[in-house]
């Protein structure tokens, strides 16, 4: 249970200490940090916790903009344990960016709903954009029940694809700049002029060794 009276107070952590319970998004995976600090971006982790139990967790990653100074960026986070009740979460956010603005001259964070509750709804915030959706499909059941849930659109698609002579493979994502993964996906990005993360953030996850690469083959070609 949390105190309603107690000053909330989130503190430097050497490591990202996730609350029990709580999913954790890839943006606040220590994976995530650990490839960001790579490549030479600023990581640090906060938490609350109360009782030596952790009720929030959140990775900044912190640069310099022209122009502004020094930004501090909160992606699909923080992470609180699962049963905070909706009081304790609005404060405890607000209580975490007014402790990152005390050293920096901006802070963006982008919250993930807990229970379908929006940690930031009604705190003096400037929205900078319409929040986004993300769907989470659970993989755990067996293949039967998951074809079943599939729209018959889908189902129909599936069919084609299993007769249609496709080659499956899996494994980790090679450590190589010029995969052909890589390749599409900088054409795609130049085609339909999107901003990309550099192909070193996707090398370096697979150097972490926390990448799955599923691909189909037809004659040969993915």
């Known amino acids: 249970m949390v105190n309603k009276s107690m000053t909330i107070v989130w503190t430097e952590a050497d490591l990202p200490r996730p609350p029990d319970g709580a999913g954790l998004p890839m943006q606040q995976h220590p994976t995530h940090g650990a490839v960001c600090a790579a490549l030479g971006r600023s990581v640090r982790w906060l938490d609350w916790h109360e009782n030596g139990k952790v009720l929030g967790s959140a990775q900044v990653l912190s640069r310099n903009w022209s122009l502004v100074g020094r930004v501090a960026l909160i992606s699909r986070g923080p992470v609180f344990a699962p049963d905070l009740p909706e009081g304790a979460l609005r404060d405890a956010h607000a209580a975490l960016i007014n402790g990152l603005r005390a050293d920096h001259r901006g802070v ?9 509750v929006d940690p930031a709804a009604g705190g003096p915030w400037l929205s900078m954009m319409t929040g986004g959706h993300v769907a989470r499909l659970s993989l755990g059941s067996d293949a039967c029940t998951l074809r079943a849930g599939l729209h018959q659109k889908w189902r129909n698609r599936l069919r084609r694809s299993e007769s249609a002579g ?5 494994g980790p994502l090679p450590d190589d700049p010029a995969h ?4 599409e996906e900088a054409a795609q990005a130049r085609a339909r002029r999107y901003g990309r993360l550099p192909p070193a953030y ?4 697979a150097r972490a060794g926390e990448t799955l690469l599923v691909s189909a083959h037809a004659s040969g070609r993915p």
Do not use: D, N, S
């Open 180 to 183: 052909w993964l890589l390749r």
């Open 202 to 205: 996707a090398l370096a996850w």
């Open 108 to 116: 963006i964070v982008t919250p993930e709903p807990v229970a379908g």
């Open 166 to 170: 496709l080659t499956l493979a899996e």
